[in-house]
């Protein structure tokens, strides 16, 4: 792809990474045919190649973003699955980000737009407000009638009721019930807590009942993935900082055999921190050590030769591939190996590579075209006539779960079910 940046601009990191990425791009389109938004609207400027190409033309313009481009980027999933497809190893990921960031610096939006961007911003990285949220939007659910849009978005995802904090939530030293072999950081997501406490309570669970030391720093937090994606790099960055800080600590101590992230979300953005921070003088070294320490539960529950102790039944299980898995982590097969060795009968999804629609904070800015992905995921999971549906994200679990009636659950509440824990609520 021919570019024209100026001098002035390829000074910048960020447009030369923009200019690097964008030169790789060939036009070839396979990256339309797995883009779930152009597979729903069939316009080439929802598709990835459309998008590359008025990402040229924005950041080249240095010029103000159009509202078009804003409307056109906007609707982008950030799923990934386009650099899955693509041959020529265009990194999408790092140039839809650069554009986000450009497009919130530049454009100035609605105003109702930018307040609820904002208080997502605020509320969603911080545990005890996002709880505050909940408690208001399951009171208000029983009057969603009266609303539409955004707001009646927001409250068909809210939860008929909260549950209640964890037990270990505080608690920054999990000791193992069998004699050490490793020790973990484990990172424990800032809506999962609130929304599904008992995917970090089974991980911990999972882990410690097979020789591993979990460490939760208190002062780690949020990832810095969901305004990152909105375009609010400061206040990404500012997360991120947190927490390579906090676990630098612990590896320049006792030292890590890993960092441990159950929602795959955060795993794709700490896996990147390396990339975030390479511009960084302090923070570059310590942000590349952890990017090469983070990996994904199931990546690392292999190397502990779990074995199935507990009789439970052999269920069907739909197992739905979190894109930030399958594509942002390039993570496929370990789940299903790890459910298929506690011998749950699990099948794939039809249309796998395709996103549900939850993407962070999508189903909340876009609800029409994350409808849209639902009803169609739903549909393709229903095919399998499965009795339970596991995934690894907890966007994901929550989005599925509000368009269907079967059990939804993590990957490692089924592990720790099957090697010796209490039965998930969702299954009693």
């Not at 530049?106 to 961007?117: S, V």
């Not at 089974?202 to 990152?228: F, M, Q």
């Not at 189903?363 to 995934?391: C, D, F």
Request: proline content about 7%; overall charge neutral; charged content about 20%.
């Amino acid at each position: 792809m021919k570019t024209e940046f100026s001098l002035a601009q390829l000074a910048d990191p960020k447009f030369s990474r923009s200019n690097e990425i964008l030169r790789n791009c060939v036009h070839c389109g396979f990256c339309t045919a797995t883009c779930p938004t152009y597979t729903e609207l069939g316009d080439e400027r929802d598709s990835p190649r459309g998008r590359i190409y008025l990402i040229q033309q924005m950041l080249e313009s240095a010029e103000p973003a159009p509202a078009s481009t804003v409307t056109h980027i906007d609707r982008c999933l950030s799923c990934l699955s386009c650099m899955t497809t693509c041959p020529s190893g265009v990194h999408y990921m790092h140039l839809v980000d650069h554009a986000r960031q450009y497009i919130e610096e530049t454009y100035e939006r609605p105003a109702f737009d930018r307040f609820l961007r904002g208080l997502l911003g605020v509320i969603l990285p911080r545990p005890n407000l996002f709880r505050l949220a909940l408690i208001g939007a399951v009171l208000a659910k029983p009057l969603k009638g009266l609303f539409r849009g955004r707001i009646r978005a927001m409250l068909d995802m809210a939860p008929t009721k909260l549950e209640p904090p964890s037990a270990l939530d505080g608690i920054e030293q999990h000791k193992p019930s069998v004699p050490r072999k490793k020790r973990v950081v484990l990172m424990t997501g800032c809506a999962q807590k609130v929304l599904a406490p008992d995917i970090n309570d089974s991980t911990i669970r999972l882990l410690t009942r097979h020789g591993v030391e979990v460490i939760i720093p208190k002062a780690a937090g949020c990832c810095g993935a969901l305004p990152l994606h909105m375009g609010k790099e400061d206040g990404a960055l500012e997360l991120a900082r947190e927490n390579i800080l906090a676990w630098s600590k612990e590896i320049e101590g006792e030292g890590l055999d890993a960092i441990v992230i159950n929602t795959s979300g955060c795993g794709t953005t700490v896996k990147d921190y390396g990339h975030l921070f390479e511009e960084d003088k302090e923070l570059a070294v310590k942000a590349a050590a952890v990017a090469a320490l983070a990996c994904d539960i199931t990546e690392f529950l292999p190397q502990l030769a779990m074995k199935k102790t507990a009789d439970i039944p052999r269920l069907k299980v739909a197992y739905h591939s979190a894109c930030s898995l399958q594509h942002g982590q390039k993570i496929k097969d370990p789940p299903k190996q790890l459910l298929v060795a506690m011998d749950f009968q699990v099948t794939d999804i039809p249309e796998s590579h395709i996103c549900c629609g939850s993407a962070g904070t999508y189903n909340l800015l876009q609800p029409e075209m994350s409808g849209k992905l639902k009803a169609r995921k739903v549909a393709n999971i229903a095919k399998t006539n499965p009795q339970i549906v596991a995934a690894g994200n907890i966007g994901c679990i929550a989005q599925i779960a509000s368009g269907m009636d079967l059990p939804v659950l993590h990957t490692v509440q089924l592990l720790d079910w099957a090697t010796g824990g209490p039965t998930p609520d969702q299954l009693k």
